[in-house]
């Protein structure tokens, strides 16, 4: 079995602060001995098991130290850049979502006051989505308004897709003119041909406000599940640019029966849990990989709290004696006694 080089440092430097800390507890428990009376009591001995603190202190920051070791050599400290040849698209499940950036989009009549933009109601709603999801998943994010564009390839960070959603002014950069969410879907299908079979599953949120979708090509064998979800009012249209504009229900159906998905009206409610399927969190929890970064995040935290318990223990139940203040005779009474 070949250890890693990263995994021998770390497992060095816990064993030298191990080593460092005892000696340095001898030395306490020595200087302590001449005030061993004053500290516990006539009996001169703490509790029997203020005996084990001097291992658990030392264990304690050899813990942290051997985290901290591998944070910063294995993962965490360093960045480790990927082997020559390994693609990030091959590693995890793949959530990709294909987003409505159109001005009907900042339009007001979202959510079950009425009272969000479609924008901020389908950010909510995704940001519930990417709560529940569970594993390694890797997101992809498309936009489009009159031309379609990704934002987003093979990110691990579900940061990246809250700030997508949540107001990153992308359609700065598209020509105005009408939303062409066929346009936006055919970009996003073209590039899904390249991820893994039965690996992807994709969202397309908008409010179904376009011009005509025109054809649309079947899922690539990637795509393993499709989700369309609509924001907006369903019954009562806004004006803008000439025409009423609502969440269309019939062309986000018709189009969910096209792509082989399903349709969700999320205007007023969120995605069902169940309806993720092995996505969420719980139900995929066995592709979590949890190593040795992990780990060490868990011994910091265990060693982090062993060390502030300790003097809080002592305190309260490292001996039986308990030192008594007395208070002084004011110095007015000692003179007129």
């Known amino acids: 079995m070949v250890v890693s080089v990263e995994l021998q440092l770390s497992v060095a430097a816990a064993a030298g602060v191990f080593l ?3 000696l340095a507890e001898k030395l306490h428990e020595r200087r302590l001995r001449a005030v061993a009376h004053l500290a516990t009591g006539p009996t001169g001995q703490p509790r029997r098991w203020v005996r084990a603190v001097p291992a658990a202190r030392s264990l304690a920051l050899a813990a942290m130290a051997w985290a901290l070791a591998v944070l910063y050599y294995a993962a965490g400290g360093v960045y480790l850049p990927r082997e020559k040849g390994e693609n990030r698209r091959d590693d995890g499940r793949h959530v990709v979502f294909v987003a409505d ?12 006051g009425g009272d969000l933009t479609r924008s901020e109601r389908m950010g909510e709603v995704v940001d ?8 390694d998943v890797v997101y992809s994010v498309f936009g489009f308004y009159t031309t379609a564009m990704p934002i987003i390839l093979d990110a691990e960070d579900s940061e990246l897709v809250r700030n997508v959603f949540l107001g990153l002014p992308v359609w700065y950069v598209m020509e105005p003119g009408k939303t ?3 346009g936006g879907l055919r970009t996003a299908l073209e590039a899904l041909r390249s991820y893994p079979e039965k690996s992807t599953t994709l969202f397309i949120c908008t409010d179904g406000d ?6 649309i090509p079947k899922p690539p064998p990637s795509v393993r599940q499709v989700f369309v979800l609509g924001a907006g009012d369903p019954r009562q249209g806004t004006f803008i640019d000439g025409h009423m504009s ?4 019939a062309v986000l159906g018709s189009l969910a029966g096209r792509l082989g998905g399903e349709y969700l009206d999320v205007n007023e409610k969120h995605v069902p849990t169940l309806t993720l399927g092995p996505l969420a969190m719980g139900v ?6 949890y190593g040795l970064v992990e780990a060490a995040i868990f011994a910091f935290a265990a060693g982090a709290a062993v060390l502030a318990a300790i003097p809080v223990l002592l305190e309260y139940f490292g001996s039986d004696w308990r030192a008594v203040r007395v208070d002084r005779p004011a110095e007015g009474w000692r003179a007129t006694s």
């Open 20 to 22: 460092l800390a005892m």
């Open 101 to 112: 950036l159109s001005p009907s989009m900042q339009l007001c009549d979202a959510g079950p």
């Open 128 to 135: 519930a989505v990417l709560r529940r999801l569970d594993g």
């Open 180 to 182: 062409d969410l066929g």
């Open 210 to 215: 376009t011009v005509p979708i025109g054809s």
């Open 246 to 249: 609502r969440q269309d229900a």
């Open 284 to 289: 995929g929890a066995g592709k979590t990989r």
